[in-house]
């Protein structure tokens, strides 16, 4: 389950859904007598009314898992030919309309069934409005600064210094101490034969090599506002992945309107709506 994914709507339904919890394990309605007779007398909490406890509390809690679990999975999951997240919205709704009727047919309602209530009210509402609602939508868990991408060639060794492990000089090449000339060769030591020069390419030749484009865009890092599809680079409309909320991709190429991106495993392909993504 991805983490990153959930919304702050989904951080309000998991506080509701925590608030129905605690609800329900609390009495249901009040008592109006003496101080004395109340204390002898045992309220009982819902999960003592079955069709309170099971029907209504657990309804909600119910649905508030199943949305959060459907934001969370990679990839939907359906129930009956619905998915997780119409299932337990229609759950929460279920659950706000009976716990209002509980509500209106008690005569001395308790802070049970009011707190009760009064969470399935904003569980309900933050289920429904969450997709809709902009601050609903904004990421729950914010993405963490990608590492800056290290240059081609780098290795561990030297700082700042690309392909050298731990030194000046290519890499395999023999070090010489800081300071020291090159070595001369002895008298009578054999002179290496200089070898002949390469000769040019032929302008023919130069003509078959083929040219590099221009490298007029620099790869960035970017996270998308809310789970958008990436389609594939030949067009087709059948999209190869989805982009989750609150993870770091690589453009690396500018398609149009469009970039071309890199998922963590690899796979690259075209995102077409490019609006509110925020760069690395």
């Known amino acids: 389950m991805n ?13 509701a859904a925590v608030v129905l919890f605690i609800a329900s394990f609390l009495g249901y309605v009040s008592c109006d007598a003496s101080d004395a007779i109340c204390d002898s007398v045992d309220i009982p909490n819902s999960w003592e009314i079955s069709p309170l406890g099971w029907g209504s509390f657990f309804l909600g809690i119910a649905g508030a898992a199943l949305v959060v679990l459907s934001h969370g999975l990679p990839q939907q999951r359906k129930v009956a030919g619905l998915e997780l997240g119409q299932v337990g919205a229609a759950f929460t709704i279920a659950s706000a309309w009976t716990l209002l009727m509980w509500f209106f047919e008690s005569e001395n309602a308790g802070i049970g069934l009011i707190l009760g209530l009064i969470a399935a009210l904003v569980l309900a509402g933050a289920v429904v409005a969450g997709p809709l609602v902009p601050a609903l939508k904004a990421s729950l868990v914010g993405a963490p ?16 210094q690309p392909g050298v492990p731990g030194g000046y000089g290519y890499p395999g090449a023999q070090q010489q101490p800081y300071g020291a000339q090159p070595q001369q060769p002895y008298a009578g030591q054999p002179q290496p034969e200089p070898q002949a020069a390469a000769p040019a390419p032929q302008p023919a030749q130069a003509q078959a ?27 087709s409309p059948t999209p190869i992945a989805e982009l989750a909320p609150g993870t770091w991709y690589l453009a690396v190429e500018q398609r149009g309107p469009g970039l071309v991106a890199q998922t963590q495993d690899g796979r690259r392909g075209v995102l077409q709506d490019t609006t509110g993504i925020q760069r690395g």
Not at 145 to 160: L, N
Not at 226 to 235: N, S
């Open 145 to 160: 600064r990608p590492q800056a991408p290290q240059p081609y060639g780098m290795q561990p060794g030297h700082p700042g």
């Open 209 to 235: 090599q083929p040219q590099q484009p221009a490298a007029d865009f620099t790869p960035f890092w970017f996270a998308v506002p809310v789970a958008r599809p990436l389609y594939a680079e030949d067009g």
């Open 3 to 15: 983490i990153r994914s959930l919304t702050r709507g989904d951080g309000v339904v998991i506080g």
